[in-house]
């Protein structure tokens, strides 16, 4: 199970920290992902971090803004979000497979396991 929380209205130029908890005792063997997906829009891919946690991905739109990192012993990743603009809003999902491929990481149907989403709102 993957729990999302952190969400919340923020102004343009702020800073949010979503988390996602992941309950098992193999976590570190899942690589993690952050998706959003705007009002009436697709899910895209925001963020990954590989299984071994020395690799990261981010989506062109967030590079340099968004940091994803893992600490392996609380089960849990995170999203820190820097300069968020309007554009970031969104509901945001973390996701977790097991036997994901490196060039699969951005597509949201390699990923068995979703946690229930958390809404961004930036705005002033």
């Known amino acids: 199970q993957l729990q999302a929380s952190g969400g919340g209205l923020v102004q343009p130029g702020g800073s949010l920290r979503l988390s996602c908890a992941a309950s098992?005792?193999?976590?570190?063997?899942?690589?993690m992902a952050w998706f959003r997906q705007a009002p009436g829009k697709e899910r895209d891919f925001v963020a990954a971090v590989f299984r071994s946690g020395g690799s990261r991905h981010y989506a062109d739109s967030v590079k340099g803004r968004f940091t994803i990192s893992r600490d392996n012993a609380k089960n849990t990743i995170y999203l820190q979000m820097n300069s968020l603009k309007p554009e970031d809003t969104a509901v945001y999902y973390c996701a977790a497979d097991r036997s994901i491929i490196y060039s699969s990481i951005p597509s949201d149907n390699a990923y068995a396991y979703w946690g229930q989403g958390t809404l961004v709102t930036v705005s002033s």
């Open positions: 098992g005792r193999t976590f570190s063997s899942y690589t």
